[in-house]
């Protein structure tokens, strides 16, 4: 069936945009609200775990996330728990700014909808604090670590036109079945090692 809300695919320029800030007045409007629906029904149909507005072919700082616990059936409770990930409920930021906290990075295979198919090693700080306005235009705050600290980097990236891919470790980008087939399931630690990383 086609999918109702067809995700951009990586090529077109919007995902390569600055994205603009939303005003405020705007948030409580039926079409701008519209859009986070859009967003939300985008992000499940999919299925992904985060979506940012220009994959919509809108170019506005807005980015929504949510890890539901199917979408972590296809991962061993060690993987789980190696990537910090856990259910996490629908989330939005409006005009987001993330803080990376501290130093630590850490390295999985990351993949996105906008360059369906496929997947690559990122590197990714841990922990990182983001601010911004909520569905409502209330101001919020959210620090956290993990598999959704990830995600929100992944997100805020798109807003400023840059995706994953310019931050991969480029020799370890595959299709999904090639990835799945040799590291699913392995150790982090030994799926790093075969790309020489960290
Ligand atoms: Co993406």
Redesign the pocket.
């Known amino acids: 069936m086609e999918k109702e809300n067809p995700i951009v695919q990586t090529g077109h320029e919007v995902l390569r945009l600055q994205a603009q800030p939303v005003r405020a007045e705007e948030i409580r409007t039926p079409d701008f609200q519209a859009l986070l629906t859009r967003m939300v029904t985008a992000m499940r149909e999919a299925p992904?775990v985060?979506?940012?507005a220009p994959?919509l072919g809108v170019s506005l700082q807005v980015l929504v996330l949510e890890d539901r616990v199917e979408l972590q059936a296809t991962l061993t409770k060690e993987e789980l728990a190696e990537r910090e990930r856990g259910p996490v409920p629908l989330r939005v930021f409006i005009n987001p700014t993330l803080t990376p906290i501290g130093e630590e990075q850490v390295t999985f295979f990351e993949?996105?909808?906008?360059?369906a198919g496929y997947a690559a090693l990122v590197p990714r700080f841990r922990e990182v604090e983001v601010s911004g306005l909520d569905e409502r235009g209330q101001p919020v705050t959210w620090r956290v670590k993990g598999w959704p600290a990830r995600i929100l980097q992944?997100?805020v990236?798109?807003l400023k036109g840059t995706?994953?891919v310019d931050r991969m470790v480029s020799v370890s980008f595959g299709t999904l079945p090639q990835v799945k087939a040799r590291f699913g399931g392995k150790p982090a630690v030994d799926v790093r090692k075969t790309f020489g990383v960290e």
């Open positions: 992904g985060g979506l940012a994959q993949g996105c909808l906008s360059v992944h997100e990236d798109h995706l994953y």
